[in-house]
Nanobody, 126 residues
């Protein structure tokens, strides 16, 4: 079993930055990828970014690439999402997810991830 806890959400003005963190515990050795999704009220959950933990390779949604950066703390089971140049449309609940699947492609779909955190709210004011 894997547990994920997000932190770092909050209120920020447009153009500002936030850094989200996700701490994994439990059977962390089984985790192959960790990623971030977001969901705004009335909208579907959408992919943000993912990292394969064994090699550090990262993949982003094209619309967010250049503003958002996913990273990992060395030696601990924690990933971060650095969000810069935030826009009001970035307002959403942000979820950390972990996948134990050994995929031959980046984990991209929500169904690729078997473990989810409770989410952290990000609000960007105009």
């Amino acid at each position: 079993q894997v547990q994920l806890v997000e932190s770092g959400g909050g209120l920020v003005q447009a153009g500002g930055s936030l850094r989200l963190s996700c701490a994994a515990s439990g059977r962390t050795v089984s985790i192959y990828s960790m990623g971030w999704f977001r969901q705004a009220p009335g909208k579907e959950r959408e992919f943000v970014a993912v990292m394969k933990l064994h090699d550090g390779s990262v993949y982003y949604d094209d619309s967010l690439k250049g503003r958002f950066t996913i990273s990992r703390d060395s030696g601990v089971n924690t990933v971060h999402l650095q969000m810069n140049s935030l826009k009001p449309e970035d307002t959403a609940d942000y979820y950390c997810a972990a996948s134990t699947q050994h995929l031959y492609r980046p984990a991209y779909y929500s169904s690729d991830f078997g473990f989810w955190g409770q989410g952290t709210q990000v609000t960007v004011s105009s």
